[in-house]
Nanobody
Framework: QVQLVESGGGLVQPGGSLRLSCAAS????????MGWYRQTPGKEREVVAT??????TSYVDSVKGRFTISRDGANTVYLQMLSLKPEDTAVYYC?????????WGQGTQVIVSS
């Protein structure tokens, strides 16, 4: 089992920045990849950014050049978000995958509004 705890969400004005953090605990040595997803009411959860155990990253087109995913050791992943837009408003979820299943955090709310 892996437990994930997110932090760092909040209210920010358009053009502002936030950094989300996700701390993993438990069977973290089995994790093969981690990522950030987001969801708004009435829509499916969508992938924002992912990072493999080897450090390979990927991003959804809408955040390329603005968001950066990174890892600190085996148990913490960050999402640095710059130049935030109102359409980035969502609940952001941390994800971790091992060979058997996906794990999810409880989510952290990001609101981009003036």
């Amino acid at each position: 089992q892996v437990q994930l705890v997110e932090s760092g969400g909040g209210l920010v004005q358009p053009g502002g920045s936030l950094r989300l953090s996700c701390a993993a605990s438990g069977m973290i040595l089995n994790i093969i990849g981690m990522g950030w997803y987001r969801q708004t009411p009435g829509k499916e959860r969508e992938v924002v950014a992912t990072i493999t155990k080897g450090g390979i990253t990927s991003y959804v087109d809408s955040v390329k050049g603005r968001f950066t995913i990174s890892r600190d050791g085996a148990n913490t992943v960050y999402l640095q978000m710059l130049s935030l837009k109102p359409e980035d408003t969502a609940v952001y979820y941390c994800n971790a995958a091992d060979p058997r299943r996906n794990y999810w955090g409880q989510g952290t709310q990001v609101i981009v509004s003036s």
